[in-house]
């Protein structure tokens, strides 16, 4: 009997505690009290309002929440998936802490809708003797805000992210920090991607953060993905291609990883953007002492005469190749591994030269690399937009393995010198039905009869695991769904309308359905 009634008062307790946080999470947001209209007025009355040389400000976790300056709001992130606020929200007025409260919102009730529309919510900064009402947007991306000149040491990057964080909680991040301009093709538009690094407070440099549940790294990109109307062919490609890799027993052919979230640069709303771990030595799983990556980054091809020009002026630069070497250190002959895939694979004329080219490239990788550039239909990934990841043996023998990057011409987009606008990008439903090749894999087919069954069975594998139409529909829709419902796509879509958003999966559904089967015809044998 007394087992039964301590059972009955902790089953009591235990509801009484999850009726209060109920209770406590309907009368308060981000651990700040919901008023009613009178009450904040009564607030109100008892004092005055801020001139405009007072400052307020909103902080989440202690850090100064993202401020846009052309709509006088701030953008405070929130787990769509989840019931509960995480973070703690806190003010102040000329950086001394300061009371806040909500001002009562019917939208509360339904915070999903609230978000999706761009709803915005107000609250009151408050002292003994002022207060200011500030507009919050609460949006279901992480944000970034940067502030500070690019191109200048000094600058200052928040990171607010309750979504993908791998901390479980609602992480705030807040560094010294350097940006740039990143891509030739960024250049272009008036919506610029970026390439960030991360440094101390000392101003030293290498300061490894994790954002958005990446890896930890100082050196990020900020992809615009502005061509791209859905803004989701880099998200899936990149994503196909770490299925591939999965398959594999080395990391040396592991590609980049991205999330979303929205941007404001000094206070100037900037739209949604790709954050992306770059393709180095890390992610590669390279030894940094003896190592080499080649990127191909241009239609400019190297010869004999211009590979010794390189090597004359040690020069880490050979037409549209470059060398990423960890240190930074030319030394003779740095260049003969890509010298030797060059001469053999693109300048191929012989069973020999085939030979050769065998010794220097993992033959799997290469099988592999052309089937997925096929399945996306990656137009701009044939000769540039390719990581040659090499790996250096003591015997002096190498393996070189072909990596992607900046796959926007993809999943039916194609290039369209008629358009004649900044952008040169169109949907082409006849590339689901159109066989991609390249030199390199053309000359290997030419002298391999092995090769064309080979690239079957792969086909065929990948088929029957993770290469299935509704496997990569369904990816796709989640992906647009979470982009619409955070309310992050209107926005971008309102700030850069040339882009021409879509939020449909149409295009890209139409394109895998069409695409696979074709592919599965094509390739048997």
Known sequence: MKKQIVLGVSLMGIAFLLLFFCIR??????DVQILSEHKIKALQEERTPFDASVQTALQVNGVDAAWEQEEQRYYIPRNMQEEHWKGTLGASVDGVPAFVVWEEDAAFADIREAVAEGHEFRCMVYNDSGYALVSVLFTGLPVMSIDGNMGEQGTRITVFDPVLSARDGYQTEETLAYYNIRGNASKRFEKLGYRLEFFYDDGSEGRDISLLGMREDNDWQLKAMYSDR???RDKLSIELWN???????????????MEYLELIINGEYRGLYGLVEPTDY????LDKTRDLIYKAAADEWPNDSLFDVSEAEQSFVCAGISIRQADKTFYPGIWDPFRTFWNHGYEMESQEDLEVLYGCIDRQNF???DLYYNAIAGMDNRFKNIIYSTVMESDGTYLIRRIPWDQNYSWGDDFDPEEGDIKNIVYNPDLAEKWLNEEVFRNMQAYDTALPGDMYATWKSWRETFLKEDIWKSYAREQMDYLVDSGAFARDTKKWQDSGNVPDTEEIETFIDTRFVWLDEYLKI
Do not use: F, P, W
């Open 243 to 257: 299925r591939i890799a999965e398959q594999t027993e080395t990391k040396a052919d592991d590609g980049c990883h």
């Open 230 to 232: 859905s803004k989701l």
């Open 282 to 285: 890390k992610s590669l799983g």
């Open 25 to 30: 999470e309907r009368v308060q947001v981000m």
């Open 367 to 369: 099988i592999e690399y």
